[in-house]
């Protein structure tokens, strides 16, 4: 089957780093995403990683290790607005077809004061 | 220019009835997934369609579920004989379906709620 892991609720100050962990097992994985939810909101794409290595974008950063199973997401200088749900999402290939995205349960961030 | 659009945004059905859920993509954009969401859950993946065809849909939990994308634009989700385990957001998202999936467009989905 195919599955994620991500720890279900991270907290954090304002002005901190944080960061979010994924494992995966997916049969035919293709790359690694990251989507932003807010209560009540649609799901918002962050970061793709399709290759080994970091990505950054702003003050978000995404890193994933195919050998190692295994991706993160980096926030830096945190803000209120950041508190939100964080999902990993694997997309597979099925035959010829790269479209199949498995989500995580997500991780639910709270920043303090 | 305009998002993903869903309707109805909220449906409340009855055990048993028969439901279709519409989401108009972004325009031009050629993949479209359907996912139900859960309350403190991941999106699950129901089905994947590039162009008209329904490239991958073993997503699908049985044969009461149904999508169709005739014009390769909207697409409508239908339920059959629907049951309270139905009870989910139905979200839809689209993207230019160029190479693997690397930004899916949600939205705002349609609150299912069988009675």
């Known amino acids: 089957g195919q599955s994620l892991e991500q720890p279900s609720e991270v907290t954090a100050v304002e002005g901190a780093i944080v960061q979010i962990n994924c494992t995966y097992q997916?049969?035919?994985?293709?790359?690694l995403s990251w989507y932003q939810q807010h209560d009540g909101g649609a799901p918002t794409f962050l970061s793709y990683?399709?290759?080994?290595g970091l990505e950054e974008t702003g003050r978000f950063s995404s890193f994933l290790s195919r050998s190692d199973s295994y991706g993160y997401l980096l926030l830096q200088e945190l803000q209120m607005k950041d508190s939100a749900s964080y999902f990993c999402?694997?997309?597979?290939?099925?035959?010829?077809?790269?479209?199949?995205?498995?989500f995580g349960d997500g991780t639910t961030l709270t920043v303090k004061p | 220019g305009a998002g993903v659009s869903q309707t109805p945004s909220n449906k409340v059905t009855e055990k048993g009835k028969y439901v279709e859920l519409r989401c108009d993509p972004i325009?031009?954009?050629?993949?479209l997934y359907w996912y139900r969401q859960s309350l403190g859950q991941g999106p699950e993946f129901l089905i994947y369609?590039?162009?008209?065809?329904?490239?991958?849909d073993s997503g699908l939990p049985n044969d009461r579920f149904f999508a169709v994308r005739p014009e390769g634009s909207v697409s409508t989700l239908k339920i059959q004989r629907t049951e309270r385990g139905d009870s989910a957001v139905y979200l839809c998202?689209?993207?230019?379906?160029?190479?693997?999936?690397?930004?899916?467009?949600f939205g705002p989905g349609t609150r299912l709620t069988v009675t």
């Open positions: 998202a689209s993207s230019s379906g160029t190479g693997p999936p690397y930004e899916q467009y």
């Open positions: 997916t049969s035919g994985f293709y790359g």
């Open positions: 990683n399709g290759l080994d």
């Open positions: 999402a694997a997309s597979s290939r099925r035959n010829t077809n790269a479209g199949k995205s498995t």
């Open positions: 325009s031009g954009h050629t993949a």
């Open positions: 369609f590039q162009g008209t065809g329904a490239a991958d």
